[in-house]
Each structure stands twice: as structure tokens, then as C-alpha cells.
């Protein structure tokens, strides 16, 4: 009977030592091999392509990547229902505010640099606006492109929802926070506002940098132009960084992520879907997000 039971503690040894062993030979990945990423959607063609290429080196590794808005995704990271929060705008004071109380920990990555280009239809003749005049566009002031130097056309405003970190920051960088006119059409993604204003010949709209395609022209602001090389240089007055937030400083299958996105390969990757890469260090771009 002995014999019997040593036999057993012997095998419950062995598949002891056999799975601590398994636990950990190889790269952490924390507390499993699943990852979810939420928010904006600015963000969005970035974290999908990153995840993807990740995922194809670590095949054990399943990313699941929506998007929805960066206010969104930062909702998500306080109810604990996303590991990354994808975000166009930094995170509010308020959200900072719930998140202390919830006992999370927002930790701010900057992944890449946007410029927020002003488009309008292909056959407006209006090349530049100050950010004056897409103020006043925008807020009500002006309903008419000849006001501004165009044709005698009604101006149709197309703007985002606000849960869009791209309104909000466009709200910042022009808007000085007043109200955007009640009339103005509020689409849901970057792709919509590109579409309505593809399709309209009065309209105005913004969006990211890498969405503006052939279908719509860009004008200059404040005599600017929205190029990858004004974004760099911060020269174009609506440029913004690109942000993911954490519950903290990102650990296991998280930190290996970002340590990804923010590599020489990851940064390959993001230009490639027309935004502009940091260029620095990642231990410069990931800082504890702080109280405004």
C-alpha cells in the first residue's frame, strides 16, 4: 500500500514539475495568449495590421481588434472589458477621475503622429483656409464658400460624433470648444466624412491624414499643408499624436505588443497605412497619463 502511494506522489510530482517547466520556458505572455484592443478609429488600421503581423509570429497569440471611438475604448479600459484602449485624443480629466476611483491606472503610449487634414469635393476652387475661417464654417458664421473665396454655394458641414477623439481634437485645435452648427451632418467614421464630402460638391469635412484619398482635396490651413513631412515637423497647425492607453505600465502579452508597435518593424507598419512614425526611443513615448 506504501509502494502504492508513493507511485502516486511521485506522478503528481512529475505533472507538477512538468507544467511549472511548461509555465515558463519562452516569452511571458501574462495571465493567458489573448489580447483585446478597443477605440478609435483613427487608430483603428493601425492596430489591426500590427496585430495581424504579430499574431502571424506568435501563432498561439489571438488578437481581438474593434473600434467604436476613443471615447469608447478608453470606457472600455475603466470597465475592464479591454486590455489596450486605442485613442485619438488624450484622455480627459474626468476619465482620469473615474479611473481613480475604479483603481485603474491609465498609462499613455504615444504610437504615431496624424495630421488632421481639412478636405473638401475635388471642384471647389478654394485651395486654403485659415483655421478662422473653419471656425467660422463650422460654428455657423459662415454658410457660404463665396464668403471665403469661392463660388456662390452653400457650405455643407460634415463633422464627427462626438465620441470621435478626431472631433474632439479638431474641436481643440479650431473650435476653441464652441458648438459645431446644429445643421452639420455627423457621420461615424473617417471613411463616412471622406465619402459624404467625395460625393457632395458643397461639403467640408475632416479626417485623419492616412484616410484622404483622390475623391476629395485637402486645402491648406493657415497656409500649410497636410503632408507627412508637416506632420513631423509640427509645422501643420493640426497635427496630433496617436495614442494607446494601459491599466498601467504594460506587462506580459501586452508589453510585448507594444514593444511591437513601437519597434523599428511596428513603426514600418505604420506608415505604411499613411500615418507617421515616432522615431523614438519607446521608453520616451510611454509615460503614466497624467491629470490635466
Not at 479600459?77 to 476619465?95: M, P, Q, V, Y
Not at 479611473?99 to 504610437?111: M, R
Not at 485623419?208 to 509645422?235: A, F, H, M, N, W
Request: one cysteine or more; charged letters at 20%.
Amino acid at each position: 500500500m506504501n509502494r502504492v502511494f508513493k507511485s502516486i506522489n511521485y506522478i503528481v510530482t512529475f505533472l507538477l514539475t512538468g507544467l511549472f517547466i511548461l509555465g515558463t520556458t519562452g516569452p511571458a505572455l501574462g495571465a493567458g495568449n489573448e489580447l483585446t484592443i478597443k477605440g478609435s478609429t483613427t487608430v483603428l488600421p493601425i492596430a489591426q495590421t500590427t496585430a495581424e503581423v504579430f499574431m502571424d509570429r506568435n501563432p498561439s497569440v489571438n488578437i481581438s481588434v474593434q473600434g467604436g471611438g476613443s471615447g469608447v475604448g478608453i470606457a472600455s479600459l475603466l470597465d475592464g472589458t479591454t486590455d489596450i484602449a486605442d485613442s485619438s485624443r488624450t484622455i480627459k480629466e474626468g476619465e482620469i477621475a473615474r479611473a481613480n476611483e475604479l483603481g485603474i491606472h491609465p498609462h499613455e503610449t504615444v504610437i504615431a503622429m496624424d495630421g488632421i487634414a481639412v478636405i473638401v469635393h475635388p471642384s471647389n476652387r478654394v485651395n486654403h483656409l485659415t483655421r478662422e475661417q473653419i471656425k467660422a464654417i463650422y460654428t455657423g458664421t459662415v454658410s457660404n464658400w463665396s464668403e471665403v473665396g469661392g463660388d456662390n454655394k452653400k457650405i455643407v458641414v460634415v463633422s464627427r460624433d462626438t465620441s470621435s477623439g478626431t472631433f474632439e481634437a479638431f474641436e481643440s485645435l479650431t473650435l476653441d470648444k464652441e458648438k459645431v452648427r446644429p445643421d452639420a451632418l455627423t457621420t461615424a467614421s473617417n471613411q463616412a466624412v471622406v465619402m459624404t464630402v467625395a460625393s457632395s460638391p458643397g461639403a467640408i469635412g475632416y479626417a485623419g491624414l492616412s484616410y484622404v484619398t483622390k475623391k476629395v482635396k485637402p486645402v491648406k490651413v493657415d497656409g500649410v499643408e497636410c503632408t507627412r513631412q508637416t506632420v513631423i515637423s509640427r509645422s501643420y497647425p493640426l497635427s496630433r499624436p496617436l495614442f494607446m492607453y494601459t491599466n498601467g505600465t504594460p506587462e506580459g502579452l501586452t508589453r510585448q505588443f507594444m514593444d511591437f508597435v513601437l519597434s523599428e518593424e511596428g513603426q514600418k507598419l505604420v506608415e505604411e497605412e499613411g500615418f507617421v512614425g515616432i522615431h523614438t526611443p519607446s521608453s520616451e513615448s510611454s509615460t503614466p497619463a497624467k491629470k490635466q
